[in-house]
């Protein structure tokens, strides 16, 4: 099928228009179909399956967004962990610290 217009007013209108015969064997043309149903048909069920496929998207996005919030969280706080240790282990060492050897304390 291949598509033909016909001027309709102000307006092009689409023909769906078998061209087999006429291009392989040089018949005569098969009948035409008006393309304004058929293309609302099209375009209806395009629409539906984007609006389907955008609401997957979505959540997919929301959950890699989720996702990678959490590996922040636990990489955040893993580092807060290691500070955390190594702040005590300087507490610790200055407190073992002879009072009087103030060169090994500073």
Known sequence: MRV????MRTTLAPYYV?????VRRAGT??????????DAAIS??????VRLLRSKVALAVH????SRVKQADQ?????????RYD???????YLKVDPDNRLVAD
């Open 87 to 93: 702040a005590e282990l300087a507490q610790r060492r």
């Open 29 to 38: 043309l098969c009948p035409s179909i008006r393309g304004r149903d058929i």
């Open 75 to 83: 990489l955040r706080a893993s580092q807060l962990k290691g500070a």
């Open 4 to 7: 033909r217009y016909q001027k």
């Open 18 to 22: 078998c061209m087999e015969e006429v």
């Open 63 to 66: 959950d890699e967004i989720a």
């Open 44 to 49: 209806a069920l395009l629409t539906e399956r």
